[in-house]
């Protein structure tokens, strides 16, 4: 026994010495490829210190990961209803915007603002990247660009089955697109409403259920249409003019649609404040807030970076479906809800996935 | 033996750590309504095991037991040739062949999977160079080709290695004796062959009941099966159920480790030197 606790003291004792032998360290968790690593990198230069940065693919593996508390975090990206629930469990802290010189000298995008302005967690984050929740389809396809165009949501709604339609594995998202449809609030919890919703999930017996997968099937051709982010459209854009690739794609955003915001927040348990602060400050100077969001390709939240991004010869972002809110549209972003509406959307989904 | 006992501590003491301990909080998750992350008081409790009589966990079984069967089925009727006619090739050649069945091991199997993907979409690469199109994607057959291809290898190399060292006397005193070629196989090759086949058995059926990615991407989410029941329990659903569903995945993963090991008892008492188990 002693020996065993003799080892467990010597590996203790070595992990230790590793840990500190090195710089100070800032613990980033973000989702997969959403920074420009140049801009870490310089970070780390100039304020000589690391970062491990940890990548994630989902907003329940964030929560997750700060629920769990294996390890701790200093900064941290989630979207407008996790952040709303991180709130609520304070796993996240308000922000001292004091601290933040460089946030002064940027606008967020007065519409963007609108919409968060009046949520519980507006205080606790600088936002980071917004968009759509809409439909990629095949332009291959004859005649689905019209039928897109005019049916709008109710092309992902369609009982008769008459395209291959894939739908997000996602419960809040398909339940969404389903309130979306019939003209509902995204965060209804209206129970006929949500009845309505789970019937014509079922009704509508998806092709597919897939997360970042369903955009390469609709270019592959396995699927004509399917409910996706923004970003999924604008990676695949950016990715086949690269390539030079014919783009046989395009993206409808319906005149109603559901707005995900993406911001910074620190989370309570982190360790290195300081630095927290600083690397925030860092990602908002404006030429740096410029190279981040012309790297990741979606529509940035301060009104100067999308003025420079959408007008100037260098970068020419000019794609219609650039801006998450034109003039003349409706937009709505998600709240968390209740955990008893968080169960109820899981069980549509189960519903809908069991036929 | 008892001087070499000491060296043996390291290992005991990570699989303390990190089997038996977690096995340990396992259990007591799927017998009360622990909160993971919350806290506070806890009662035990059975019914977690309400789990299992939702339609999309009784799907996701269903799905599990009959396409981990099927695939545990065509791997032993496709290797067990495979497996002796390698048996029969010179020692070196039967080498070669044998590690060209493990490098593909060696790929990450992810890639593998979404190579399968791709050969199953309608416009692929596979349709440039041949003309075929198979549009396999969401169907069972898919995640049944994708099984079979990812754990072939896993029910050759057992079913292999006993042949190898099956004693060739054997077969020759079969014949000597007037068996011919069907009774010297099914009376005296299987027999003897039968602890690999099990070993194959368990080692195909095991990672073929829990996979998750596979059914998920060559499926098209359209085929649960109960890996992606506890992914989704773990993974996805955790905020939104007051931490019930952490719980819940306990369960369904508990109960996945007891079908194992009754199945590891069932081939050991069938296997009882043990020497054919990887």
Avoid at chain 1, 288 to 312: C, K, R, W
Avoid at chain 2, 54 to 83: D, E
Avoid at chain 2, 120 to 137: A, E, N, Q, R
């Amino acid at each position: 026994m002693k020996r065993i606790l003799l080892l467990f003291l010597a590996v203790a004792a070595g992990l230790t010495a590793l840990a500190c032998e090195s710089k100070p360290k800032l613990h980033v968790l973000n989702w997969g490829d959403y920074i420009d690593r140049d801009l870490v990198e310089r970070f780390e230069d100039q304020y000589d210190v690391d970062v491990i940065y940890r990548e994630v693919g989902s907003n329940e593996e964030m929560a997750t990961l700060l629920q769990s508390g294996s390890s701790t975090y200093d900064i941290v990206v989630p979207s407008d209803y996790m952040i709303d629930k991180l709130v609520e469990l304070e796993l996240v802290q308000p922000l001292d915007f004091d601290l933040l010189p460089n946030y002064a000298d940027l606008t967020v995008m007065p519409r963007l603002a609108a919409l968060y302005e009046d949520a519980p967690w507006r205080d606790y984050v600088v936002p980071y990247a917004w968009g759509t929740l809409g439909i990629l389809y095949d332009t291959t396809v004859p005649g689905l660009s019209d039928h897109v165009a005019s049916a709008g949501w109710a092309a992902l709604f369609d009982p008769a089955g008459t395209y291959d339609v894939g739908m997000y594995d996602s419960p809040r998202d398909a339940v969404a697109a389903a309130l979306l449809y019939y003209g509902f609030d995204v965060n209804s919890t209206d129970e006929e409403e949500l009845a309505m919703a789970q019937s014509a999930l079922v009704a509508a017996d998806y092709t597919a259920w897939g997360e970042d997968s369903l955009k390469s099937l609709v270019i592959g051709g396995t699927l004509d249409l399917a409910l996706v982010y923004s970003g999924d459209y604008f990676s695949e854009y950016a990715a086949a003019v690269d390539e030079g690739r014919a783009v046989t794609f395009d993206y409808f955003v319906p005149d109603t649609t559901n707005v995900w915001l993406d911001a910074i927040c620190i989370p309570t348990a982190a360790e290195d404040l300081t630095l927290a602060y600083r690397f925030i400050d860092f990602m908002l100077e404006y030429e740096h807030a410029l190279q981040n969001s012309d790297y990741i390709g979606y529509a940035p939240p301060f009104q100067e970076v999308f003025d420079t991004m959408t007008t100037h010869p260098d970068y020419g972002y000019d794609d219609d479906h650039f801006d998450p809110y034109p003039l003349g549209a409706t937009r709505q972003i998600y709240a968390y809800g209740s955990d008893a509406r968080a169960e109820a959307l899981v069980a549509i989904l189960a519903a809908a996935k069991a036929g | 033996m008892r001087r070499l006992r000491r060296y043996a501590i390291p290992f005991v003491a990570w699989m303390a750590v990190f089997i038996v301990v977690p096995t340990l909080i396992l259990l007591f998750l799927s017998f009360s309504d622990y909160s993971l992350y919350d806290g506070g008081p806890f009662a035990f409790t059975f019914a977690r095991f309400e789990i299992f009589a939702a339609p999309l966990v009784l799907t996701a079984i269903g799905n599990s037991v009959a396409l981990a069967g099927a695939t545990t089925a065509a791997c032993f009727l496709i290797g067990y040739p495979v497996a002796l006619y390698l048996s029969h090739l010179p020692e070196k050649t039967g080498k070669i062949l044998m590690s060209l069945l493990i490098v593909p091991l060696w790929s990450n199997m992810l890639l593998r999977i979404v190579a399968w993907e791709k050969v199953f979409t309608p416009d692929s690469f596979f349709t440039d160079l041949t003309g075929l199109s198979i549009d396999l994607l969401g169907s069972k057959t898919a995640i049944l080709v994708g099984m079979v291809a990812m754990y072939l290898p896993f029910m050759v190399f057992p079913i292999y290695s006993v042949l190898e060292k099956l004693d060739r006397g054997l077969v020759e005193a079969a014949r000597d004796l007037g068996a011919d070629d069907a009774q010297v196989f099914l009376r005296v090759i299987f027999p003897l062959s039968a602890g690999g086949v099990l070993s194959g058995v368990i080692m195909t059926l095991l990672p073929a009941l829990t996979s998750f990615v596979l059914p998920a991407r060559l499926g098209l989410g359209r085929v649960p099966l109960i890996g992606n029941v506890i992914e989704s329990k773990l993974m996805k659903e955790v905020l939104g159920s007051s931490g019930r569903s952490i719980n819940e995945g306990a369960l369904v993963s508990l109960s996945l480790m007891v079908l194992s090991i009754v199945l590891y008892i069932l081939a050991t008492r069938f296997d009882r030197e043990g020497e054919t188990l990887l």
